[in-house]
T-cell receptor
Framework: DAGVTQSPTHLIKTRGQQVTLRCSPKSGHDTVSWYQQALGQGPQFIFQYYEEEERQRGNFPDRFSGHQFPNYSSELNVNALLLGDSALYLC??????????????FGPGTRLTVT | GESVGLHLPTLSVQEGDNSIINCAYSNSASDYFIWYKQESGKGPQFIIDIRSNMDKRQGQRVTVLLNKTVKHLSLQIAATQPGDSAVYFCAEIKTLPQRRGKLIFGQGTELSVKP
């Protein structure tokens, strides 16, 4: 049973560019949450997708957007990249209505470096 | 505001000793408190949780204590092993209708186990 997968593993971008990160949830999961983890910090909630809609959002600017596909996989898009966007981006999946709401399974993350 | 913080950024213990990792939280309305373990290059991994109406919960070699009076959470690891070396995060969540909710993480404590 595959867990949460993310691609790419590492990414280097230049300021002002745009980036797309991808996530495939754990088998049987239908909800995807995205987190940003700066070096030495705890993950910060970006947003959550369920039924192809964003249903909760953290304190991140509109430059951060996402999408969920019918197969429950998800993308995180960041426009006009800033140096401060350099971080580990984590995807977590869960199943609506099953288990406790915090039972989110995390992927290994995508390390984004903005130069 | 919403914040979860840790008292000690680093903790070094001898193999076989007990470890105690502490955490302070600020949101009295949180329903669950959770401890995660994050190893290098991996996403956070669930360790143990505790509901807000409980004071103590035990797992395999781990115990979580919740003191709501002083808004304090702790993780005790018995007979610490080298494989326990990682960064430990406390997190909290306030569940919303339809089982929504975002995890709010603290900064993290790095546990180093000396053989």
């Amino acid at each position: 049973d595959a867990g949460v997968t993310q691609s790419p593993t590492h990414l280097i971008k230049t300021r002002g560019q745009q980036v797309t990160l991808r996530c495939s949830p754990k088998s049987g999961h239908d909800t995807v949450s995205w987190y940003q983890q700066a070096l030495g910090q705890g993950p910060q909630f970006i947003f959550q997708y369920y039924e192809e809609e964003e249903r909760q959002r953290g304190n991140f600017p509109d430059r951060f957007s996402g999408h969920q596909f019918p197969n429950y996989s998800s993308e995180l898009n960041v426009n006009a990249l800033l140096l401060g966007d350099s971080a580990l981006y984590l995807c977590a999946s869960s199943r609506q209505g099953a288990g406790d709401p915090y039972e989110q399974y995390f992927g290994p993350g995508t390390r984004l470096t903005v130069t | 505001g919403e914040s979860v913080g840790l008292h000690l950024p680093t903790l070094s213990v001898q193999e076989g000793d007990n470890s105690i990792i502490n955490c302070a939280y600020s949101n009295s309305a949180s329903d669950y408190f959770i401890w995660y373990k994050q190893e290098s290059g991996k996403g956070p991994q669930f360790i143990i949780d505790i509901r807000s109406n409980m004071d103590k919960r035990q797992g395999q070699r781990v115990t979580v204590l919740l003191n709501k009076t002083v808004k304090h959470l702790s993780l005790q690891i018995a007979a610490t092993q080298p494989g326990d070396s990682a960064v430990y995060f406390c997190a909290e969540i306030k569940t919303l209708p339809q089982r929504r909710g975002k995890l709010i993480f603290g900064q993290g404590t790095e546990l180093s186990v000396k053989p």
